[in-house]
């Protein structure tokens, strides 16, 4: 496999510590220091412009008198000298740098005009900036330690990422207790180039790397952020730590959705959608770096618990109870064994009362028994030190029986000094150990709701299959001649017509500006009617008297029209324009509803779902989304509300039509993967009941697109590419469909891989494998289609839908360009396949906006290189390997 394009910086094999130094206290001689005692195996420097060596090692006054290639300058030096040191670092050919100046302070003027500078400076002559950063990093599992910090820091299969270096501080003197190891440190401090997102991306490609640990202050890119998380998730267990939860109000909304959509529930669900578990303490981060070391899962939310005193016990139930969490009825089968092990007075029921004389045997026999039961998802056991019990003999059988299981096993162990020695026990062997019951279920909470994650990461919403295709020529010249307008707020009237052309039922609207018109109107659809004041800048039309139900007689509607227009008149002069009339919609069972849009500036678009109607902020009953949403996605979002109570029968009213409902919310989030420039929606109220949906009033806010914005860029999330899907033939006339990967490809490319030849396996991977790994096969079929594209050839046979061709790109570091691969099954060879197949894949390029396509490819593969010549590549040497070759193709 390449090698990551930050491997030079966080795995370097050339290291020159600039202001390395003896001063005591220093950042110079702690990050040095460091790297000698840590037993750093590459070429280390010293760069000192007074001392000839320090702590024994020569040094150098300049970088440029060192003649070896450098992976990485350390900078310690005072910030007054970074400019002319950086300078001297790009000359000298050094791929990355860490500034660690601690008189770097990051929100000053000057100090921002000094990190444009340095950003340039690393740009042109392409080196790579971490920070400014006080604490710099660590790769404990390559004993290289050049973080400035004092204190062991042992190797393990855990990454820690961090926008705050004194919380590093914390967490590894904290890890030192605990005998938890790290893969690798990152402190990002000011992040002016390598961010979040890159440095995820990296620790992906790090097999020394398990489980990863996050502490965030804010995000910079949220679709580099998402996408590096999304594609980290897919293989490793992600938790994330954020502060900063709480922002400032929205002074003046413009939309319900904006008022009522907080910034922390953005990025809450995106967490979610990402397939990461949130944390929200530090003490939760603590714990998380314990089981995430100790490798524990949970398929669901069933937890039993077993103690030795109910006390105990009932403090785990009403934790759990608080979380929702499951307690279930153990089977019939295992009560019976259960019978047969406990003395008589005992409780079988959940939680297990074992008795306080419980002895480690009785411990262990109830928790096998109950691990056993297909009822539990995960066991409790509580413990409590009292006559008759023996703590390290039940400790010992707690570490041999999670060997036995695949469940998870978490042990509150209650006391002090008595248990202490158990404890230091269970940590030693990465047992999951708490000192009150409550942490531990608050724990399995946080396994089930990763379980739980992990299920909508896995959600790649497709095209809505055989649902009328939206009018998006209508709805975009709609927008179009607003913006062309200097409008953003589209009236009542454009707001429907949107939602017209997305197949969202509306109700008949008709402008009137006179009482004649209005009566008129009336007249064509019929009584009774909604006369609503249509006015510029107007977002609640009941809070100017704006809105009159149930108008039934001719005579009616012409009164209530005369009085609204002349009362609007001396309220909102000329933003007036008149009034709307439209049906009274009475539906006997109707519940009201609302569904909305609102702009995050991290994030994007945002959908929300809840109750609605003229009090939806007093009750502020609201789940949101990120989109693309799907089925499964967008009822998620209905059941995480109150109003989904009332959605099913009660008393007398029969359930809504439940579909029509999500139908609404998938066309809501079509429309906003398409039209970028909606930036703000409602519709409220959406009336369901059992014949379905309709919306009653509506209202979209507009925002113009930069010119050279990409089709979906204004996305967190990248939506399923439907519109490279292409039906075609071979040139033998048989059906073919060429489309984009999805997840549930992954059987499908299985048996490709297994069908290939050796000589086509070894000419693609460059390796003898005969089958893909699961963390191969999740990385090759669950992309992120913002940063790379796997085009299928499918066809149908006896056997079904089979893959007979992949073709694939990364996006380059640059993302200017892209690398690109592609295999065939050998029996489907010289069908013309190839070539249409890499068109297809030139076109996804462009639509990108990429300029050009490479690869790398054996110098031995002739066959593939007279193809690559015949699409256009430019062949040459390649630059790394003389038994390869590199071609580039200009788009």
């Not at 450098?70 to 670092?89: F, K, Q, Y």
């Not at 940063?787 to 993302?815: P, Q």
């Amino acid at each position: 496999m390449k090698q990551h394009y930050l491997a030079p910086l966080f795995d370097p094999a050339s290291i020159a510590v600039i202001g390395a130094s003896e001063t005591e206290g220093s950042v110079g001689k702690t990050v040095f220091g460091n790297l000698l005692e840590g037993g750093y195996a590459g070429q280390l420097f010293a760069v000192n412009l007074r001392h000839p060596s320090v702590m024994g090692r020569p040094a150098v006054r300049h970088i440029t008198q060192i003649s070896a290639a450098l992976d990485v300058a350390i900078i310690t030096t005072p910030s007054r000298t970074l400019i002319d040191v950086v300078t001297e670092c790009g000359k000298q050919g050094v791929k990355a740098i860490a500034v660690m100046s601690c008189d770097f302070v990051g929100t000053e003027q000057r100090a921002g005009q000094l990190l444009e500078r340095l950003h340039a400076l690393c740009k042109q002559y392409n080196m790579r900036l971490l920070g400014p950063t006080v604490f710099g990093f660590q790769r404990p599992v390559s004993k290289l330690n050049s973080g400035n910090y004092v204190g062991p820091v042992k190797p393990g299969s855990m990454a820690l990422i961090s926008q705050s270096s004194s919380v590093t501080s914390a967490i590894l003197d904290w890890a030192e207790t605990q005998d938890i190891g790290f893969s690798s440190v990152i402190s990002l401090g000011s992040a002016v180039d390598v961010d979040v997102g890159e440095s995820l991306d990296y620790l992906v490609s790090d097999p020394k790397t398990q489980s990863i640990l996050l502490y965030i202050e804010d995000i910079q890119d949220a679709r580099i952020f998402m996408s590096a998380l999304r594609a980290a998730a897919r293989s490793k267990p992600v938790m994330v730590l954020k502060v900063g939860r709480y922002d400032d109000p929205v002074a003046l909304a413009r939309t319900h959705s904006e008022r009522l959509i907080g910034r922390d529930n953005v990025f809450d669900v995106a967490l979610r959608r990402a397939g990461v578990l949130r944390l929200r303490s530090i003490n939760q981060l603590f714990i998380a770096a314990r089981v995430l070391t100790g490798n524990y899962r949970t398929r669901g939310r069933r937890l039993a618990v077993i103690t030795n005193g109910i006390g105990a016990g009932m403090m785990a139930v009403d934790r759990a109870r608080d979380l929702h969490i499951q307690l279930p009825r153990l089977t019939d089968s295992t009560i019976a064994r259960l019978d047969a092990l406990l003395p008589p007075q005992s409780s079988h029921d959940n939680p297990i009362d074992i008795l306080g004389n419980a002895n480690a045997g009785r411990f262990a026999d109830t928790t096998a028994a109950v691990l056993a039961d297909a009822n539990v998802d995960g066991v409790l056991v509580v413990f409590t030190p009292q006559a008759g019990t023996d703590h390290l003999a039940t400790a010992e059988a707690m570490i041999a029986l999670r060997k036995s299981t695949d469940k998870p096993i978490l042990l509150a162990w209650i006391g002090g000094k008595k248990v202490e020695s158990s404890r230091k026990l269970l940590a030693r062997h990465k047992m999951a150990h708490f000192t009150t019951p409550e942490h531990a279920v608050e724990v399995f909470y946080s396994l089930a709701s990763w379980q739980y994650a992990q299920q909508l990461l896995l959600q790649t919403p497709g095209p809505l299959g055989e649902w009328e295709a939206p009018d998006l020529e209508s709805a975009r010249m709609i927008i179009d001649n607003a913006l062309s307008h200097g409008r953003k707020a589209l009236d009542e009237l454009e707001s429907k017509a949107i939602l017209r052309a997305f197949r969202i039922p509306v109700t008949t609207t008709v402008r009137a500006t006179t009482p004649d018109e209005a009566v008129n109107a009336a007249m064509g659809m019929g009584l009774p009617v909604v006369l609503k004041i249509d006015a510029e800048g107007v977002t609640h039309k009941t809070d100017v008297d704006g809105v009159v139900l149930g108008l039934s007689t001719l005579m009616a509607v012409a009164t209530e029209a005369n009085r609204m227009l002349s009362r609007a008149r001396e309220r909102l002069g000329d933003k007036l324009r008149g009034l709307t009339v439209q049906p009274m919609v009475t539906r006997k069972y109707g519940r009201e509803l609302m569904v909305g849009v609102a702009h995050d500036s991290a994030f994007g678009p945002v959908i929300s779902f809840g109750a609605g109607g003229i009090a939806v902020e007093v009750f502020n009953d609201l789940a949101v989304g990120l989109p693309p949403l799907n089925e499964y996605l967008a009822e998620n979002l209905i059941r995480r509300t109150r109003v989904k109570n009332m959605l099913g029968e009660f008393r007398n009213q029969p359930a809504v039509d439940i579909e029509a409902v999500k139908s609404v919310l998938l066309r809501v989030s079509e429309m906003v993967c398409e039209l970028p420039q909606i930036e703000q929606l409602d519709i409220n109220p959406l009336i369901a009941d059992e014949n379905g949906v309709i919306a009653l009033d509506a209202r979209i806010i507009l925002a113009p697109q930069p010119e050279k914005a990409g089709r979906y860029s204004h996305m967190a999330i990248h939506p399923y590419p439907a519109h490279l899907v292409q039906e075609t033939r071979l040139k033998n006339g048989m059906p073919m469909t060429i489309r984009p990967i999805r997840p549930e490809d992954a059987e499908m490319i299985t048996q490709f891989v297994e069908r290939l030849s050796e000589e086509t396996r070894y000419n693609r991977y460059m390796s003898t494998l005969k089958s893909l790994s699961q963390m191969q096969l999740v990385r090759f079929t669950q992309i992120d289609y913002a940063r790379e594209m796997a085009l299928v050839s499918t066809v149908v046979s006896g056997a079904g839908e089979i893959i007979v061709a992949v073709a694939r790109f990364v996006v380059n570091i640059d993302s200017d360009s892209c690398e690109f691969a592609i295999v065939i099954d050998d029996q489907w060879q010289g069908k013309g396949l190839g070539v249409r197949l890499m068109e297809r894949l030139f076109a996804a390029a462009r639509d990108m906006g990429l300029s050009a396509v490479e690869g790398e490819v054996l110098a031995s593969n002739s066959n593939m290189l007279g193809f690559m010549r015949r699409l256009g590549f430019e062949i040459k040497t390649h630059p790394e390997d003389e038994g390869l070759k590199w071609g580039v193709k200009k788009l």
